[in-house]
């Protein structure tokens, strides 16, 4: 007989926004995450003293209307917090030359005359089966790509993103209703992971952290998980989100024509190193991010968009595979202090999506192989990177599989759980 009601494999954004939408409907969850703590990409690095700054996502906005619903369900909009005005300052760094640009600055030093020789056709053609790369090209040029746009593109997702989708699953930039009492982009006191935190503490959600799956299997009309050290859980129904790599084997035995789809989807690994400098020693102006062309890393992630008044934190997002000394030396030369200055470093190492054009065919093929399995799969390679895309995704398959009725006992058992609501956009 299962012990839990849902079984979450991954404790990151997509497994507590399900896990979340579960615990409303009165179910009780159980979230299994391999790492020491939750949050996977949501990262946000405190200090005992309460500073503290994002090693993994930065920025939510007010078009996140799902994203908006959790963090209302965690209790935390209190805390919300503008990003100010140095989000919108950046800069770019080619051939050991720094620019300091604006939205506006960017678009001055576009080449006017290539785009406006491109244009025309590049929009008559749009953005349909075409890769980013192609599709921004034939607006610009393939100049303006070269030195504006391709730099820019591969800072969102920290890889190169010339072979992403330009719309549809996969995508980077998608339009959707913004909610007018929110501001356009912010975070949270704390980070973002505030957001997580309050997710996982809500009544009917437990979480095991140092919980790394090994197995998922069907198991009578349920699903038993085991961990690599041997514990085993059982539910009644299951969610998987985790990158696709792990999914896929997970998925091995159940159903394994999901498994092979989700062994399509190609990954990147992204290591970063984050420090915090005193005010006094940074050089570089106040700005949201950093971009290279060609460098060891693909952006500097700042914490300026808010401010502290004494200190400043600077994120590196690398390549993967590069010798830490290496990555080191190379954080040292940008912020130009001395490499033993560079003290209390905090390291990551993240698997991410790397969609490619046909991104939406495979996701297809993926749940194709995975419908009427009364199993949820879950994360940031279906619909998109982006948060919200994650959590539509998460939305979506926590109602697929939510039809499988619940048995009297379980009813019973969770009938004196109180779960906040989550109030409708107003
Ligand atoms: C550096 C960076 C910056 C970003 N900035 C933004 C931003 O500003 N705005 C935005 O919209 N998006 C941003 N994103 C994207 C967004 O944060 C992510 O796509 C999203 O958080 C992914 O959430 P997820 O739960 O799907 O996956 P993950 O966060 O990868 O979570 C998966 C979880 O599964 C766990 N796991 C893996 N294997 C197992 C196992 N066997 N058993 C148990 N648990 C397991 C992992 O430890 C992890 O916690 C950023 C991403 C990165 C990396």
Not at 278 to 294: G, H, I, K, Q, T
Not at 344 to 363: C, K, S, Y
Not at 399 to 410: D, W
Request: glycine letters at 10%; aromatic letters at 8%.
């Amino acid at each position: 007989m299962a012990t839990h009601d849902v079984l979450v494999v991954g404790g990151g954004l997509s497994g507590l926004a399900l896990a979340c939408k579960a615990a409303r409907a009165g179910r009780r969850v159980t979230v299994l995450e391999a790492a020491p703590r939750i949050g996977g990409c949501f990262h946000s690095h405190r200090s005992p003293d309460g500073h503290w700054f994002e090693m993994g996502a930065h920025t939510a906005y007010n078009s996140y209307g799902g994203f908006l619903e959790l963090a209302e369900a965690a209790g935390v909009v209190s805390r919300l917090r503008v990003r100010g005005p140095q989000r919108a300052r950046f800069g770019l760094l080619r051939e050991g030359r720094y620019e300091w640009l604006t939205p506006a600055k960017i678009l001055l030093r576009l080449g006017w005359l290539e785009a406006a020789l491109h244009a025309p056709l590049g929009i008559l053609r749009g953005k349909r089966g075409r890769s980013m790369r192609r599709y921004v090209e034939g607006l610009v040029g393939p100049r303006n790509y070269a030195r504006l746009f391709g730099p820019f593109f591969a800072a969102v997702p920290s890889q190169c993103a010339d072979d992403f989708p330009a719309e549809g699953p996969g995508s980077l930039f998608k339009k959707r209703p913004r909610r007018a009492d929110y501001p356009r982009s912010f975070g949270f006191e704390g980070g973002l992971q505030a957001v997580l935190d309050g997710l996982a503490a809500l009544p009917g959600v437990t979480v095991e952290t140092g919980a790394e799956v090994a197995s998922l299997r069907r198991d009578g009309a349920g699903w038993v998980a085991t961990t690599v050290d041997g514990r085993r859980f059982e539910s009644l129904l299951a969610a998987l989100a985790t990158p696709p790599d792990v999914a896929a084997r997970l998925l091995a035995l159940e159903p394994p024509a999901a498994a092979a789809a989700a062994a399509r989807i190609r990954t990147v690994v992204v290591e970063s190193l984050g420090v915090v400098l005193p005010r006094e020693r940074c050089w570089l102006p106040e700005l949201a991010f950093l971009v290279p062309v060609d460098d060891l890393f693909h952006s500097v992630v700042t914490r300026d968009p808010f401010p502290d008044p004494a200190r400043r934190a600077f994120v590196f997002h690398f390549k993967p595979g590069i010798a830490r000394e290496t990555r080191l030396a190379r954080m040292a030369e940008v912020l130009r202090v001395a490499p033993q200055d560079l003290a209390d470093i905090v390291e990551q190492r993240l698997v991410l999506p790397a969609p490619a054009a046909d991104h939406a065919a495979r996701v297809a093929a993926f749940d194709r192989a995975l419908a009427g399995a009364p199993l949820a799969v879950v994360g940031n390679w279906f619909d998109g990177l982006a948060i919200e895309d994650c959590v539509q995704r998460a939305f979506a398959e926590w109602a697929r599989i939510a039809a499988v009725p619940r048995p009297r006992s379980a009813e019973a058992r969770t009938a004196g759980i109180d779960v906040p609501a989550i109030t409708a956009p107003g």
